[in-house]
């Protein structure tokens, strides 16, 4: 029973991603008047959820602007 839980240990420290790959930003710049509500990252890029309903795609190398979705409000 130890070996396979040493086994268990060994295959999830392999297999998972190395999240290190692309540190995160000391700072990233928003848009004027952005309130930014939550956060997250991707392989190569990061999010920036907003208080007015947008998400924020920036490069997470360059840090520029991907791409903005407007996020239709719940009701």
Do not use: C, H, K
């Amino acid at each position: 029973m130890l070996a396979g839980l040493v086994v268990l240990i060994v295959l999830f420290v392999t297999r998972l991603p190395d999240v290190r790959q692309v540190p995160l930003p000391d700072a990233l710049t928003l848009p004027d008047g952005t309130v930014p509500t939550a956060f997250t990252r991707g392989p190569d890029w990061l999010a920036v959820v907003t208080e007015d309903n947008r998400i924020l795609i920036y490069d997470a190398r360059s840090l520029v602007l991907r791409q903005t979705i407007r996020v239709a409000p719940g009701g």
